[in-house]
């Protein structure tokens, strides 16, 4: 594990799938690799780069890395799918290019047997507005990393109330930048520090649908 941590600090993509495959066929579950090596090896590259210490180029090869073993993953996360429960819009906010949370929420809402419609990166609140329109989901995730970029939810939120959709969807935040406070000052309905809180709060919207 500590070994899978620093290859991806080191963006050496081949040796993370290669070292992701390994701990897979060895027995470890994929949700353990997640959250004792591949995520907090992420929010060590933060802290380098944060420190002058990274500068851009070595965090792109770290997310290049951990995109690589995130790969190895996918199929196995979704493995544990149980049919169709209904449908989620994600997208990352206007402005900002951060993807991997967003990806492995996407991933493991995938693995809970939800459909999602990915919008990707760099979304407009027009954008994740028509989508709702299109598609009717059961919920809206929003993603933002960056503190300059969070205030697009918030627009978001006001340009789906503007549409006459709030009520139509349950909206969920997230995002190393995002805060419970803030999502609540913002009128969303949920904050999740990760993916498996996305999870669980989307499987309580569809139970209570019924
Ligand atoms: C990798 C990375 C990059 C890569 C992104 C590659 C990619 N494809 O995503 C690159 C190199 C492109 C990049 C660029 C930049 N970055 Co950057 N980046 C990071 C880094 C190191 C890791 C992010 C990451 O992937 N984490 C791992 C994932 C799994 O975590 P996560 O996204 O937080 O997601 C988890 C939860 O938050 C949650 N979640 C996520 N989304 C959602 C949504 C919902 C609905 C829910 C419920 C939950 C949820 O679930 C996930 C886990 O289960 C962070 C450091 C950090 N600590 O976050 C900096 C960081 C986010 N970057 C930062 C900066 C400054 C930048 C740049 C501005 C640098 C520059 N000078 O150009 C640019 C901005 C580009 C842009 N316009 O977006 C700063 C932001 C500071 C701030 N407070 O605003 C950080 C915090 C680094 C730092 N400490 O200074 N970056």
Redesign the pocket.
């Known amino acids: 594990m500590d070994e899978l941590k620093e290859l991806i600090k080191q963006g050496k993509a081949e040796e993370t799938e290669a070292r992701v495959r390994e701990l897979l066929q060895a027995g470890n579950d994929p949700e353990a690799l997640?959250r004792e090596a591949?995520?907090p090896a992420?929010?060590e590259?933060?802290?380098l780069?944060?420190a002058g210490e990274y500068y851009?180029p070595e965090?792109?090869l770290?997310?290049r890395a951990?995109?690589a073993g995130l790969e190895v993953l996918k199929p196995v996360l979704a493995r544990h799918g149980a049919g169709f429960l209904g449908k989620v819009v994600?997208g990352t906010v206007q402005?900002?290019?951060?993807?991997?949370?967003?990806n492995?929420?996407t991933m493991?809402l995938e693995g809970a047997g939800l459909e999602v419609i990915d919008l990707g990166?760099d979304v407009s609140p027009e954008r994740f507005v028509n989508a709702v329109r299109e598609h009717k989901p059961l919920a809206l995730?929003?993603?933002a990393?960056?503190?300059?970029?969070m205030l697009s939810m918030k627009e978001t939120i006001d340009a789906l109330r503007e549409a006459g959709l709030r009520d139509s969807v349950r909206v969920?935040?997230?995002?190393?930048?995002?805060r419970g406070e803030f999502a609540e000052e913002i009128g969303a309905d949920?904050?999740?520090?990760?993916?498996?809180?996305?999870r669980d709060?989307v499987r309580q919207i569809v139970e209570l649908a019924g």
């Open positions: 997640l591949m995520i992420m929010e590259v933060g802290n780069f944060q851009l965090m792109l770290a997310a951990m995109q994600m402005g900002d290019i951060h993807d991997i949370g967003k492995l929420v493991t990166v995730g929003m993603s990393l960056l503190t300059t970029t969920m935040v997230g995002g190393a930048a995002v949920f904050y999740g520090p990760d993916s498996v809180a996305a709060y």
